[in-house]
């Protein structure tokens, strides 16, 4: 249970750190547009104002989803069923777990999907 914690909360420190970033770099992009009157949306050597400012938010609202994945899995810790698949009631491999932390299924039944 304790390593299931701490894998938990490693991957909730680096998904808020990359948030934070995010969000960052959402305002960035937001001040910077006040300031500028070029015509962005013809440069043929760039991207778009807007297309960063939409890139960046979905990316941080992937991140979002991720966080609450994390709190989901952090109940299913506590619930006792943390690491176990919901589909086929079978142990999560270890290593899923460590490159996905907030898994819910084996990866069998993940490719069934």
Known sequence: MERDIRRIDEARTIVTA???SLRAQFLAIVEGSKWSTDDD???PEGSTIAFERATVGSLARDA???LRELDE???RVVAGTYGTCERCGEAIADARLDALPAARRCIGCARLR
Request: charged share 50%; glycine share 8%; hydrophobic share 15%.
């Open 41 to 43: 949306e013809h440069d």
């Open 73 to 75: 899995a952090s109940g």
């Open 18 to 20: 990359r948030l934070e």
């Open 64 to 66: 979002e989803n991720e």
